[in-house]
């Protein structure tokens, strides 16, 4: 059974730093292109980020690029998303999804873990 | 970037009803199109990829087609689990984008 559980999130102060973590089992991690989706409270789902099963590609939404970094650590089945120079705009839920096999959809979620931003 | 627009943004249906739900892409995305369910407090729910294929464990109510820039989502007999919001996606380029939701409400 698939299962991705995020954690990390917290309350963080605008222009502070905040590092999810999102532990994978279930499926062939190291193969597997990754990705977060955030949510703001009330609001509809924006695509953040992915990165390659191997790590050497990776892809940002506009709103994040500069600021936030995925990774991954293949030896842990562990994906991460370090975000910094935070803004109050960041406050969402942050959603880890793993891609279908076809690529580029995503076919599991995580739960959430929720970041609020604010001082 | 390519902009995913849905409509309507909310509808109010009864149960065995027929609904669709439409998603236009700002250009041509081919068949790479997603669909999901999301239900309050919960975590999106894949449905539909590659426009019309269903993910595993789908019921075969749900049903996707288009291609290019219009696509739509069909429910042929809404059930009471079905009462949820609906977003479509596209993963033809990167930024991957979703559309703004349509809420399935009840009548």
């Known amino acids: 059974e698939v299962q991705l559980l995020e954690s990390g999130g917290g309350l963080v102060q605008p222009g502070g730093s905040l590092r999810l973590s999102c532990a994978a089992s279930g499926f062939t991690f190291s193969s597997s292109t990754m990705g977060w989706v955030r949510q703001a409270p009330g609001k509809g789902l924006e695509w953040v980020s992915v990165i390659t099963g191997s790590g050497g590609n990776t892809y940002y939404a506009d709103s994040v690029k500069g600021r936030f970094t995925i990774s991954r650590d293949n030896s842990k089945n562990t994906l991460y998303l370090q975000m910094n120079s935070l803004r109050v705009e960041d406050t969402a839920v942050y959603y880890c999804a793993k891609d279908t096999p076809q690529g580029g959809s995503f076919d599991y979620w995580g739960q959430g873990t929720l970041v609020t931003v604010s001082s | 970037d390519i902009q995913m627009t849905q409509s309507p943004s909310s509808l109010s249906a009864s149960v065995g009803d027929r609904v669709t739900i439409t998603c236009r892409a700002s250009?041509?995305?081919?068949?790479?199109l997603a669909w999901y369910q999301q239900k309050p407090e919960t975590a999106p729910k894949s449905l539909i990829y590659?426009?019309?294929s269903l993910q595993s464990g789908v019921p075969s109510r749900f049903s996707g087609t288009g291609s290019g820039t219009d696509f739509t989502l069909t429910i042929s007999s809404l059930q009471p689990e079905d009462f949820a919001t609906y977003y479509c996606q596209q993963y033809n380029s990167y930024p991957r984008t979703f559309g703004g939701g349509t809420k399935v409400e009840i009548k």
């Open positions: 250009q041509g995305i081919s068949r790479w």
């Open positions: 590659a426009a019309s």
